[in-house]
């Protein structure tokens, strides 16, 4: 028998296992000594701890504690990788929006003749961006029509590729463009647009070797920018994109889930 409350409810024993008969007050305590206790109502069943034979809860097996740990570990893998997605899926548009291309570049050097040479500057590319960095002396830029620079014998082909082509003109061929000019640079960027060019005049030499380091650069057909309104195209990639990993996460919370509810059962 064990007490609870100030009431006594009565065992039997079975080996090493004490099952729940009932109340003393309900249960014919003599049949227990002349009857089969296999033929009482045995409820729950409890397990002898101890030389004083004190009666405890039953352990729960140790396949159903192994299947709590591993359904907490399949919830927090789960949970954590939805995480991961979610702050992917903020993040993507950032980069998607961008673009992802490639760049192109060339470069020359130019030596500078004096003060009284203009170098145009044109690309047959379309769209680039010219950088001009100078050593030894300083120049004043204008960026003009292409249209602008003269035709030979007014303008010597210093260089020509498909990317850059660089002119040297007299400045006197120019004299109508000269008060344009402005700045007072030592490097000095431009976009340039299809039929512009940029006009670089060093307007002041302070080394016997001066020279201007002239880099192109343009942006490789075929690269990868969402223009205008790309807000479906970007929702579809990014549904393409994370739906297998919300998927997967989904499926170890729901099996980490199932698999708890499991060990909690009787």
Not at 213 to 235: C, H, M, N, S, Y
């Amino acid at each position: 028998m064990k007490s609870v409350g100030g009431k006594e409810y009565v065992y039997v024993k079975h080996g090493r296992i004490w099952h729940y008969v009932g109340p003393l007050d309900k249960v014919n305590v003599s049949s227990l000594l002349v009857e089969p206790t296999t033929a009482l109502p045995l409820n729950v069943a409890y397990e002898e701890v101890g030389d004083g034979e004190r009666v405890s809860g039953k352990s729960k097996p140790a396949i159903k504690v192994a299947a709590v740990v591993l359904a907490l570990i399949l919830i927090a893998i789960g949970a954590a990788l939805a995480a991961l997605t979610v702050l992917s899926a903020l993040l993507l548009p950032y980069f998607m929006v961008g673009g992802i291309g490639m760049e192109a570049s060339l470069s020359t050097e130019i030596p500078v003749n004096g003060t009284g040479i203009v170098y145009a500057i044109l690309s047959s590319e379309g769209q680039v961006s010219i950088s001009v960095a100078a050593q030894g002396s300083r120049f004043k830029a204008l960026v003009a029509p292409a249209s602008s620079v003269p035709k030979p014998p007014n303008a010597s082909r210093l260089m020509e590729s498909r990317t850059l082509t660089v002119y040297s003109v007299g400045a006197e061929s120019l004299s109508n463009l000269l008060p344009s000019f402005s700045g007072d640079h030592t490097s000095y960027s431009a976009a340039l647009e299809p039929e512009q060019a940029l006009f670089v005049w060093p307007h002041e030499v302070s080394a016997s070797q001066a020279s201007l380091k002239v880099t192109v650069t343009k942006r490789l057909e075929g690269a990868t920018q969402f223009r205008g309104d790309g807000t479906p195209v970007i929702a579809a990639t990014i549904a393409l994109v994370l739906a297998p990993r919300l998927l997967v996460a989904a499926a170890l919370i729901a099996g980490g889930y199932l698999l708890y509810r499991w060990s909690r059962s009787d």
